[in-house]
Nanobody
Framework: VQLVESGGGLVQPGGSLKLSCAAS????????MGWYRQAPGKQREMVAVQSIGGSANYADSLKGRFTISRDNAKNTVYLQSNNLKPEDTAVYYC?????????WGKGTLVTVSS
């Protein structure tokens, strides 16, 4: 599965962004999809993961500000992020798991700064 993220950029504190991840392949609805992020000098961490059935899990510290969703008809998963903080600055990566195969996108940079 090839994954291409988009939607990153510079946003002021308190602002919002919606990231998108377009996936190749015809079995997108059977993929577990997720968003992860890696801040400078830190390890990659989970932001949100959505199961095939649509249920979502979020990092405890991010609940309420981030929402993962998917459009199976468009082979796309989204991450809506609100009330962004400078500590949300990171490269955000899309992740897919299908039939035991794990794939990553190249990431999109989100910078939260005034």
């Amino acid at each position: 599965v090839q994954l291409v993220e988009s939607g990153g950029g510079l946003v002021q504190p308190g602002g919002s962004l919606k990231l998108s991840c377009a996936a190749s392949g015809s079995a997108f609805s059977l993929n577990v999809m997720g968003w992860y992020r890696q801040a400078p000098g830190k390890q990659r961490e989970m932001v949100a993961v959505q199961s095939i059935g649509g249920s979502a899990n979020y990092a405890d510290s991010l609940k309420g500000r981030f929402t993962i969703s998917r459009d199976n008809a468009k082979n796309t998963v989204y991450l809506q992020s609100n009330n962004l903080k400078p500590e949300d600055t990171a490269v955000y990566y899309c992740h897919s798991v299908h039939n035991g195969e794990s794939d990553w996108g190249k990431g999109t940079l989100v910078t939260v700064s005034s």
